[in-house]
T-cell receptor
Framework: DQQVKQNSPSLSVQEGRISILNCDYTNSMFDYFLWYKKYPAEGPTFLISISSIKDKNEDGRFTVFLNKSAKHLSLHIVPSQPGDSAVYFC???????FGAGTQVVVTP | EAQVTQNPRYLITVTGKKLTVTCSQN?????MSWYRQDPGLGLRQIYY???????DKGDVPEGYKVSRKEKRNFPLILESPSPNQTSLYFC??????????FGSGTRLTVV
């Protein structure tokens, strides 16, 4: 039973526009969330995280928003660049739950 | 360079032939874990280890074994591989709040 869900398997966006990736979770005990980015033939790498005591965390072009009442978080990439084309996983820290991933394709 | 190293990167084997995928980390992390990635299912945890000689089952442990005799190494053992274990495997280690450091993956095909 997946407790972290990414319902959009893919997302296509034009270079320079905003990419919005969504993630829902079911366990209200989750207190820390992370986003990982994965290129083909490589392992996932940590991108950005957020604690449940915050509702927003920003790092350069990447912002994660957390809505605890809705058990929903989102990752915004602004502006999107071709190098952002990758699979993005949402995860909840311990327990070790990952979403299924969203493939982002940024087109020129 | 801080890293998690998995070997081999690619492996094709036959049903029932025992195999081991090695994993080594140079960051002195206590926590290590194995995941498999399958389409539509994301990353699912197979086994994890909190420290030397301490291992526990993850979400999908059936058909796998692990050992943690020393802190840096955490091999994944398939005693009798079956085709449903064809997958992409990742080893990871963890310290602190920034989550995992992953290896580059091992693509296993069982025919």
């Amino acid at each position: 039973d997946q407790q972290v869900k990414q319902n959009s398997p893919s997302l296509s966006v034009q270079e320079g526009r905003i990419s919005i990736l969504n993630c829902d979770y079911t366990n209200s005990m989750f207190d820390y969330f992370l986003w990982y980015k994965k290129y083909p033939a490589e392992g996932p790498t940590f991108l950005i995280s957020i604690s449940s005591i915050k509702d927003k965390n920003e790092d350069g072009r990447f912002t994660v928003f957390l809505n605890k009442s809705a058990k929903h978080l989102s990752l915004h990439i602004v502006p999107s660049q071709p190098g952002d084309s990758a699979v993005y996983f949402c995860a909840a820290r311990a327990p070790k739950q990952f979403g299924a991933g969203t493939q982002v394709v940024v087109t020129p | 360079e801080a890293q998690v190293t998995q070997n081999p990167r690619y492996l094709i084997t036959v049903t029932g032939k025992k195999l081991t995928v090695t994993c080594s980390q140079n960051m002195n992390h206590e926590y290590m874990s194995w995941y498999r990635q399958d389409p539509g299912l994301g990353l699912r945890q197979i086994y994890y280890s909190m420290n030397v000689e301490v291992t526990d089952k993850g979400d999908v442990p059936e058909g796998y074994k692990v050992s943690r005799k020393e802190k840096r190494n955490f091999p994944l053992i398939l005693e009798s591989p079956s085709p449903n274990q064809t997958s992409l495997y990742f080893c990871a280690s963890k310290a602190g709040v920034h989550g995992y450091t992953f290896g580059s993956g091992t693509r296993l095909t069982v025919v």
